[in-house]
């Protein structure tokens, strides 16, 4: 097998908790990123999914270097980027960029989308020659769908969509190998997202990107990704390929976060088993012992107070081989399928 | 995504361009680039300031705020060019007259020209003015930009700092430290003035840096390797500035009349000094008897005020280009 | 039929000129169905249910026709004294962001217990009772003891149960919910869809359930209503219309939303973008976006065909659409 592109070892990240004004005093911490591995081929996209406040917008901001780690490595084709800065770690940006969630807030307003865009030359002006510039960016636009000539807009004569294309024009400008997107069509409307997952998957091809895919939304998260990752109060709980993940999840979190998907399928909802958490996720500040998610489990024994479970093919799917033995952070993991199968009613295939 | 009742957003969006926008990016699903382009020829590159300029030129109320306020920059600088007399030279026998041939706004208690001190008045108010705002609004950005940029030990010095000078009562702090003093030119006043009016500033200036601070575009920025000068100068600044612009014009007109009441109290300028806020308070008393003497100075005094803020508006709403 | 909305017509004063956010919009509720009424933002699903409440802000909003009929009485021609009382007591409103709903300088008991004293004139010692019997109902935790609570102290989940609380505490006939789990976690937006479906079930109550998610509204839906550019575009009860939509926005929003059962290739997207409602295209409002839209498209706004005796379809060529 080749070298990952990325990988990721141990990573951590914890905001301290502070009292006082002058003199500080740490009473606390914030653990947003508590021990996350994984790793990233060429080539293919990752998906992180998880529900808000389980670390996945600071594990994107920390792969682009946005946040510095507390411990743990990143490593970007061999080499630990966590610790680089000036020259090296610019060099480095260059080959990992980020999309953000939000069209309306991740575009100077009062830059036209040429100097947006085109920022990237300025900041690494080895990138482009300076009169070659101009052109670039209206390339950029015609590849992400927008006219070239609407390089002298501001990003508001722009709806949600087209915004969102523009800040993908920005994260290509350099060329990067990786791309980091946290949660990129959650604020666009549903008919326009499916536009912008199109375009993502076709700049893939062209392109030859891989993708770290963060999202909430588990369909789409589904439909982008070679390999999932399920994040639970800042640690992965379960990872594996789609099919793994979706079709023979072995975590009862993962288990409970597919069953309550609404599928919009009516003739599903009476047959349809849902596994309803009991309770909030608990603080980041204060984390259960042994097994994060045992306080919402309805298998929870003593065993999962006392042991952290590692993030490892469980024992019982060790040998058999087969979809249910992936990765997963469970002492008592056991195969259920909770997504109806395919086929079981809706519609068929596409109009015109 | 939530729906929101009315989206502005969205109606501004259409605006001269609804039809082709929408083409663009009907078309992005079949991949080939979007219809032409109807906008007029090939547009020049264009920055934000000089689109800023763009729209000013066409802004009446830039344009006859920025005559008023140049015509009181030439007036201050050279007065005698409209006013021959002397503002110094009064005839205590012609106290309180109405207009004569030759002066037009008459005769003030001591029988001064109210039209020559009126002129030269001038100098006086949009020297103290326009150099505490600009000494205040240099300091105060300067000051609480940094702050609110780099965040930390420095940062909450500062707020304390400020917060001690906020403390200080204005006219006290005026009467204490300008009595002192014995020079009787606008410099003092304007130091006093700076002294104390640069923590509103600055606190405004650190707020919106911190706002503009925490927005996608600059972390955007960051991601793409931008230096903390970058960040500051083309990011946030644009972004922050325009708070510091209002409160700094408002400001300006409260200086000016600041500087009137010192006046007034004996610890700004004294006579022979001319200043309006001389006049004004040398006019008060007589209201009944010669209110042109107050008339004058006072709507001199109202009409910078108002040149100096609807300028500042302009100059706000050229820097916003969504209200384009 | 409890709430009938007939050719109601609202629209919004802009600087680009009137947005007509809902043109011609009738819809209706029996006690104890649910009603789903989709589309994504500007389509005037919202506007719709804020005039139905009479919480429509007016300026800048307009009623320019049409009547709202709740138990055969027409709200809109009420004075604003009765629609008060109309509100709250017989139909109550749940938003998506329960933070900003709720106030929070008051405790949730306060919040809960002045729905008593005002509109029924309790004590507040008895009020503060009925808050606790409340907080049980809708399941929240150690209810005795969280009734005095802020609401800050409560998490995303809970405090939507506390809005549903509010909306339930006079057992209101009717109940409008503008995207009540939007903005809640997977898991959470779960409990809370099932409380709600529950409570409607137990209470008999009407529910429209006012959404852009296709997944919620095949959970609990009875019949939908899918809204276009201030239009309803199709309406049936809800297996019909995932099995076979007779309008092809609709067709287009189906194909358009990833599966959670298989990874599909590439996903059908609906070119362009929803109009400006400043200036909604001729004809059908969908023609532009439209796969199968022909020259009367762009000329005949289509009304809303039968398409069986309980579905209506405002396409002027339904039937090829439900056979594609």
């Not at chain 1, 990765?327 to 596409?350: L, N, Q, T, W």
């Not at chain 2, 940094?146 to 304390?160: E, N, Q, Y």
């Not at chain 3, 589309?39 to 009479?54: I, P, R």
């Not at chain 3, 439209?290 to 762009?298: F, H, I, N, T, W």
Request: aromatic share 6%; charged share 20%.
């Amino acid at each position: 097998m080749p070298e990952p592109i990325l990988e990721v070892r141990g990573l951590v990240k914890h905001y301290p908790l502070t009292r006082g004004i002058l003199l500080r005093k740490q009473i606390g911490a914030v653990k947003a990123v508590d021990g996350v591995d994984f790793h990233l081929d060429r080539g293919e996209t990752l998906g992180i999914v998880g529900e808000s406040g389980c670390g996945k917008s600071t594990v994107a901001k920390m792969l682009v270097n946005l946040e510095r780690p507390t411990a743990g490595e990143i490593r970007y084709k061999g080499e630990d980027i966590t610790r680089l800065s000036g020259k090296a770690l610019k060099a480095v940006r260059r080959n990992i960029q980020m999309v953000f969630q939000d069209p309306y807030t991740s575009l100077n307003p009062r830059m036209t989308v040429g100097d947006i865009i085109g920022e990237a030359y300025d900041i690494h002006p080895e990138a482009a020659p300076k009169g070659d510039r101009r052109r670039r960016v209206r390339e950029l636009l015609d590849v992400v769908g927008l006219n070239p000539e609407y390089l002298n807009r501001y990003p508001h004569q722009f709806s949600g969509g087209q915004r969102q294309r523009i800040g993908i024009a920005r994260g290509l400008a350099l060329r990067p190998e990786i791309i980091v997107a946290d949660e990129p069509v959650s604020a666009l409307d549903v008919s326009v997202q499916a536009q912008v997952i199109n375009l993502l998957d076709r700049l893939q091809k062209e392109f030859d990107l891989s993708y770290v895919f963060i999202a909430h939304d588990l369909s789409i998260v589904r439909h982008i990704s070679d390999r999932v990752g399920v994040m639970y109060l800042g640690r992965i709980v379960e990872t594996g390929t789609d099919t793994e993940i979706y079709d023979h999840p072995t975590h009862p979190y993962t288990q409970a976060l597919l069953s309550a998907v609404p599928v919009p399928d009516p003739e599903a909802r009476e047959d349809r088993e849902r596994i309803i958490l009991a309770g909030d996720v608990p603080s980041p500040t204060n984390i259960p012992s042994g097994c994060r998610f045992r306080t919402r489990c309805w298998k929870a024994r003593e065993r999962c107070a006392l042991e952290v479970p590692a993030l490892a093919v469980p024992a019982a799917f060790r040998d058999e081989g087969g979809p249910a033995a992936h990765d997963s952070a469970c002492h008592f993991a056991e195969e259920k399928r909770v997504v109806p199968a395919e086929g079981s009613g809706g519609h068929g295939g596409g109009p015109g | 995504m939530p729906e929101q009742p009315y989206e502005p957003e969205r109606a501004v969006a259409g605006t001269g361009m609804g039809g082709q926008m929408d083409l663009g990016a009907s078309e992005a699903a079949t991949l080939t680039p979007a219809g032409p382009e109807p906008a007029g020829p090939q547009e020049r590159p264009r920055s934000l300031w000089s689109d800023a300029w763009h729209d000013l030129r066409r802004n009446p109320v830039f344009l006859i705020s920025a005559l008023v306020i140049l015509f009181l920059i030439v007036i201050s600088l050279w007065p005698s060019l409209i006013a021959p007399g002397n503002p110094l030279q009064c005839e205590l026998s012609k106290a309180q007259d109405g207009s004569r041939p030759g002066h037009p706004f008459g005769y003030d208690g001591q029988g001064c020209d109210v039209y020559t001190r009126t002129v030269y008045g001038a100098r006086t108010s949009v020297a103290v003015g326009v150099l505490s705002t600009l000494g205040v609004a240099v300091l105060g950005s300067v000051l609480g930009g940094l702050a609110g940029f780099f965040g930390g030990f420095w940062d909450s010095v500062l707020s304390r700092i400020t917060d001690v000078f906020f403390a200080i009562p204005v006219v006290l702090g005026g009467l204490v430290l300008l009595s002192v003093i014995t020079s009787n030119t606008v410099w003092p006043v304007i130091g006093f003035i700076v002294l104390l009016g640069w923590p509103q500033i600055s606190r405004i200036a650190r707020g919106s840096v911190i706002t503009a601070k925490q927005h996608d575009y600059v972390q955007a920025a960051r991601a793409l390797g931008a230096s903390n000068s970058r960040l500051l100068l083309r990011h946030i600044t644009p972004n922050a500035v325009a708070p510091v612009i209002v409160v700094a014009t408002i400001a300006l007109g409260t200086y000016i009349s600041l500087e009137a009441t010192l006046s007034f109290l004996g610890v700004g300028l004294k006579p022979p000094s001319v200043s309006w806020g001389i006049d004004i308070s040398a006019a008060a008393p007589y209201i009944r008897n010669a209110p042109h003497a107050l008339l004058w100075p006072s709507g001199a005094l109202a009409v910078t005020v108002l040149a100096f803020i609807m300028l500042g508006d302009a100059v706000r709403d050229a820097l916003d280009p969504k209200l384009r | 039929m409890l709430l009938e909305v007939r050719d109601l017509h609202v629209e919004f004063h802009t600087r680009d000129g009137v947005a007509r956010a809902v043109n011609g919009v009738s819809y209706g509720v029996d006690a104890g169905e649910t009603l789903a009424v989709l589309g994504e933002s500007g389509s005037g699903k919202s506007v719709t249910a804020q005039t139905v409440m009479g919480i429509l802000d007016t300026p800048p909003g307009r009623i320019t026709g049409g009547e709202v009929l709740f138990e055969g009485r027409d709200l809109l021609k009420l004075k604003e004294e009765q629609r008060r009382k109309v509100r709250g007591a017989e139909m109550a409103m749940i938003f998506q962001d329960a933070l900003s709903s709720l106030n929070p300088v008051l405790t949730v008991g306060d919040q809960l217990g002045e729905m008593f004293t005002v509109h029924r004139g309790m004590s507040r010692k008895d009020a503060r009772a009925r808050a606790v019997e409340l907080m049980d109902r809708v399941r929240i935790p150690g209810a005795r003891e969280r009734v005095k609570q802020y609401p800050h102290q409560f998490s995303g989940g809970m405090r939507q149960r506390i809005m549903i609380a509010m909306a339930m505490a006079l057992e209101p006939k009717l109940i409008i919910a503008d995207e009540p789990t939007t903005a809640l976690d997977v898991t959470v937006q779960a409990q809370v869809m099932e409380l709600l479906a529950e409570l409607q079930r137990e209470l008999r109550m009407g529910l429209i359930l006012i959404t852009h998610d296709l997944g919620v509204v095949a959970d609990v839906a009875d019949r939908i209503a899918v809204m276009y550019a201030g239009r309803i575009v199709e309406t049936a009860p809800v297996h019909d219309i995932y099995q076979a939509p007779a309008h092809p926005y609709t067709r287009g929003l189906l194909e358009s939303i990833p599966r959670l059962d298989h990874k599909g290739r590439e996903l059908y997207a609906i070119k362009g973008l929803p109009p400006n409602l400043t200036r909604i295209p001729s004809g059908c409002p969908f023609h532009p976006r439209c796969p199968m839209a022909r020259d009367v498209c762009r000329t005949d706004v289509p009304p809303l065909y039968e398409v069986s005796p309980r579905r209506g379809s405002a396409c002027h060529f339904f039937r090829e659409c439900l056979d594609a």
